[in-house]
């Protein structure tokens, strides 16, 4: 079932080579048509990516094993619901373009520890940007790295850390080349990614066609509805198993809000792509990627509800069980073990894409913080610029080394990628938001009340993590903000409490700076109604995605 053809083998070298040659290409083109490589050149590829290569960046940095492995498998488990994060996604891309983008570029913003530094002081800096490696490093680089060799080794029969080292290798060789050869190659891997992830849905859907002794894919979703209906609801109600991961409406108002304002406007990781591109070409390419999230539910999501049919119909036989226990993460892997040879390998090549791709893209965003943001100004405030390429390399190397090192070690696969990396995160991203948001636009927020924002967002997660094995929250259960575990405590979902520490920030940090002193030394960021209109067509394009969310939700809510 697992074995892996030559006509496969062949696919998969076909497009490493491809992907291999053009990053080639790219850098030595590039090297002819500059005088050195400058670090912002190096870092954020300044003028050279096209709206196109910025979306495309965006999407293929973005989706990687953990949406492959972890969505499909919430597909299997709770449904299209979880394609919430996905579709809120081509919201928040739309709203990041008008008010985040213009401010970064207008403020000459690289980083987002530069921009704590400019609103709030460098000690507030400082602390995120070490915050921000140590993220990084310790919960995305290992998550992805080791979910996509355990992902390939599935598919492929090939040792677990012996894929580690080929993806780490492969994904090091790309991001040297700096950003410029990370956007290009990554239109490649978005394509890869997009066709591979559509063929597996089309024979995914034709399996499913099948058991009613029809073929196709169309006959398939025509199936799939009849048998896993309950799988499409958009928005949970309360009794639903799900709802502490997908509290209702939370999904669309509330905590989800700040996953996806955090995540695409507040995150080194994603914003860098725009960050060396004018403002129209950045608006461009944030739209563009927009669109190409509407795909992802079809590519990451559907195929898990159809594994799910697939195997109440028994059509799976024991794939999706290891051990005798049902694991929902196997949906994947199990639908790319049914593929017929060449297209396994299309889909292998997809899969690798994505993983690579986003080693690429976390790699590049630690060296830049490690290189602009700690190098230069603790360590070596006159260095060259080619001597910050040097060592934004080395952190690269150093940085994905030790991910290879430690990622057996931290148990990811039994916490499962895609919660590993919400668990971690969501501890601190309401407060990272809230200082964000307060510094874009309300003048009067204080260095204080950003370190307030800091450490108090983690410390009010820990306790609202903590707080229902002290206190009794079963008063909160009648409005939804409480959930009975089944071992008769009630606790606080995930999204929510993201969103009441979210309020707790806030309310703090307006505290602390309407009381406090004003620093007059703090520059103050340049904004103004201007910077946020926007041309006919990205009006167009923007209402476009609206209507197409509308139309999504108002059918399977």
Known sequence: MNTFSTLDSVVFLVYFVIVAAYGLWVYYRRRKTTSGQASHDYFLAEGSLTWWAIGASLIASN???????????????????????????????????????????????????????????????????????????????????????????????????????????????????????????????VLCLVVGGLVTTWIALDLVAALAGGQGAVVGASELFKRAGGHFDMVLERGNPNYMDLPGLSTLIGGMVIVNLNYWGCNQYITQRALGADLPTARKGLLFAAFLKLLMPVIVVLPGIAAFALDQSGALGDAMRAG?????????????????????????????????????????????????????????????????????????????????????????DKKGGFQYIQEYTGFVSPGILAMFLLGFFWRKTTPAAAMFATIGGLVFSVILKFLPGMLDLGFLAPIGFAVDNGAGVYEIPFLDRMFIVFCLVVAGMVLISTLGRQDGSVRRMQVDRTLFRVDGGFALGAAVIGVLLALIYGTLW
């Not at 894409?353 to 490690?370: D, M």
């Not at 290189?371 to 390399?393: C, P």
Request: net charge positive; aromatic share 12%; hydrophobic share 60%.
């Open 63 to 189: 989706i990687s094993a953990e949406q492959f492995i972890g969505m499909s498998g919430s597909g299997y488990k709770i449904g299209m619901a979880i394609a919430v994060y996905e579709l809120m996604a081509a919201a928040t891309l739309v709203i990041v373009a008008v008010f985040f983008m213009p401010v970064y570029l207008k403020n000459r913003i690289y980083t987002m520890p530069q921009f704590l530094e400019q609103r709030y002081g460098k000690a507030v800096a400082t602390t995120m940007a070490l915050f921000w490696l140590g993220l990084y490093v310790v919960v995305n680089l290992t998550s992805i790295l080791y979910l996509g060799a355990l992902a390939i080794s599935s598919v492929a029969g090939l040792n677990v850390f012996a894929c580690m080292l080929f993806l780490a290798v492969f994904a090091a060789i790309i991001t040297l080349g700096g950003m410029k050869v990370i956007g290009y190659t990554d239109v490649i891997q």
């Open 324 to 412: 005798g226990e049902l694991n929902p993460d196997r949906a994947y892997p199990t639908l790319l073990a049914l593929l017929p040879s060449g297209l396994k390998g299309v889909a292998f090549a997809a899969l690798t894409a994505a993983v690579v791709a986003s080693l690429a893209g976390k790699a590049n965003s630690i060296a830049t913080i490690f290189t602009l943001d700690i190098y230069k100004q603790h360590f070596n405030k006159e260095a060259s610029e080619q001597r910050m390429v040097w060592i934004g390399r080395v952190s690269v190397v150093f940085a994905i080394a030790l991910a290879v090192l430690i990622a057996p070690f931290l148990g990811i």
